[in-house]
T-cell receptor
Framework: GAVVSQHPSRVICKSGTSVKIECRSL??????MFWYRQFPKQSLMLMAT?????????EQGVEKDKFLINHASLTLSTLTVTSAHPEDSSFYIC?????????FGQGTRLTVV | AQSVTQLGSHVSVSEGALVLLRCNYS??????LFWYVQYPNQGLQLLLK??????LVKGINGFEAEFKKSETSFHLTKPSAHMSDAAEYFC?????????????FGSGTRLLVRP
């Protein structure tokens, strides 16, 4: 199946700094990618839809200025958590679709200290 | 609005026993339905999906699920549990069509397999 690679798998940052997470479709082009957030022992919550060449579409309650999404190419979408705070600590997962199926990255564990 | 309810945050079975994970959905349009498995600190792997074809869907690793419109259910089953099946399982729904990959997830069920 198609492969989606997410990097880094783990990151620890200081409060107030920004962190960038990359999501790459390795063997296919993805005009649309999705970013999810997962709290411990909870489900995945869709944060935003990333569209290549245009602005991302954010779900209700997700701060656009806090979670910056850039989808500059057909194989790469990035999520930048700006001015991170401890409450932003979470597991972030991206997905890309091909053949009407979503393929997920391996996730990024963000810890803000 | 679409939603998914997974009954039971934890399910514990003995190795070799039947696995039954429950999922009920709510959708105003014919849904696409999915089951995913997640191992610790990893992404999600698709087990199977229903996209309005056969109501009994067979997936990987011996899992299958049956779409029952009258019950708005899509329960996941496996005849005989294996230790390697221990993981978190998520049921998800989408509107289908061009939105088939924008998913709404249930709260998840952790499957524990006892030796």
């Amino acid at each position: 199946g198609a492969v989606v690679s997410q990097h880094p798998s783990r990151v620890i940052c200081k409060s107030g700094t920004s962190v960038k997470i990359e999501c790459r479709s390795l063997d296919f082009q993805a005009t649309t990618m999705f970013w999810y957030r997962q709290f411990p022992k909870q489900s995945l919550m869709l944060m935003a839809t990333s569209n290549e060449g245009s602005k991302a579409t954010y779900e209700q309650g997700v701060e656009k200025d806090k979670f910056l999404i850039n989808h500059a190419s057909l194989t790469l979408s990035t999520l930048t958590v700006t001015s991170a705070h401890p409450e932003d600590s979470s597991f972030y997962i991206c997905s890309a679709e091909i053949y009407h199926e979503a393929f997920f990255g391996q996730g990024t564990r963000l810890t803000v200290v | 609005a679409q939603s998914v309810t997974q009954l039971g945050s934890h399910v514990s079975v003995s190795e070799g026993a039947l696995v039954l994970l429950r999922c009920n959905y709510s959708s105003s349009v014919p849904p696409y339905l999915f089951w995913y498995v997640q191992y610790p600190n990893q992404g999600l792997q698709l087990l199977l999906k229903y996209t309005s074809a056969a109501t009994l869907v067979k997936g990987i690793n011996g899992f299958e699920a049956e779409f029952k419109k009258s019950e708005t259910s899509f329960h996941l089953t496996k005849p005989s549990a294996h230790m390697s099946d221990a993981a978190e399982y998520f049921c998800a729904v989408s509107e289908g069509g061009d939105s088939s990959y924008k998913l709404i997830f249930g709260s998840g069920t952790r499957l524990l397999v006892r030796p």
